[in-house]
T-cell receptor, first 112, second 116 residues
Framework: EDKVVQSPLSLVVHEGDTVTLNCSYE??????LLWYKQEKKAPTFLFML????IEKKSGRLSSILDKKELFSILNITATQTGDSAVYLC????????????FGQGTRLTINP | GAGVSQSPSNKVTEKGKDVELRCDPI?????LYWYRQRLGQGLEFLIY????????KSGLPSDRFSAERTGESVSTLTIQRTQQEDSAVYLC??????????????FGDGTRLSIL
């Protein structure tokens, strides 16, 4: 059965710290891995990763995929209180259903 | 509209009643998805539509759940004879197309359903 596991489940840091969120997966016919940020309501899209070893960056956020070891990390540098959210990792398969298989999320809290 | 729109945003109903949830995808998006998110948990896939057809209904939890989509636009998710375990946030997402496409899914704000 397809599985996506995120760690840690919860993380509390101080503003200005750097954090690394982890996502490992066991999915047949892997196509891509996506990261979403969920504050109060809709998950908002952050990154889609398809190729191994290519870092994607958006401001203070960056992410990379390792298809050999079956994991991805999401880095946030110089964290701000507005980064507080649940970060969701999801995997899309090549064949069959176009559903995203989600991990349980990492709840990140940034204290001032 | 600019994003995926869902209605109602909140729904409280008594056990045993039927509910209907609505999703308006981003204009031009042919693929539409329904997910369920229970409190403190990740998202569970329910069903997806390519155009008006639903190639995968494998995530629907029981035969009390059904969904339809008309005109490659609006979709409704119906839950009959609601149970307390149906309480969750129901999220809709859309993307440009499926198949070989690598398009991200964009989510609406969800409908928070509470069954008393």
């Amino acid at each position: 059965e397809d599985k996506v596991v995120q760690s840690p489940l919860s993380l509390v840091v101080h503003e200005g710290d750097t954090v690394t969120l982890n996502c490992s997966y066991e999915v047949t016919n892997f196509r891509s891995l996506l990261w979403y940020k969920q504050e109060k309501k809709a998950p908002t899209f952050l990154f889609m990763l398809t190729s191994s070893g290519i870092e994607k960056k958006s401001g203070r956020l960056s992410s990379i995929l390792d298809k050999k070891e079956l994991f991805s990390i999401l880095n946030i540098t110089a964290t701000q209180t507005g980064d507080s959210a649940v970060y969701l990792c999801a995997v899309l398969r090549i064949q069959g259903a176009q559903k995203l298989v989600f991990g349980q999320g990492t709840r990140l809290t940034i204290n001032p | 509209g600019a994003g995926v729109s869902q209605s109602p945003s909140n729904k409280v109903t008594e056990k045993g009643k039927d509910v209907e949830l609505r999703c308006d995808p981003i204009s031009g998006h042919t693929a539409l998805y329904w997910y369920r998110q229970r409190l403190g948990q990740g998202l569970e896939f329910l069903i997806y539509f390519q155009g008006n057809s639903a190639p995968d209904k494998s995530g629907l939890p029981s035969d009390r759940f059904s969904a339809e989509r008309t005109g490659e636009s609006v979709s409704t998710l119906t839950i009959q004879r609601t149970q307390q375990e149906d309480s969750a946030v129901y999220l809709c997402a859309s993307s440009l197309r499926t198949g070989d496409s690598n398009q991200p899914q964009h989510f609406g704000d969800g409908t928070r359903l509470s069954i008393l």
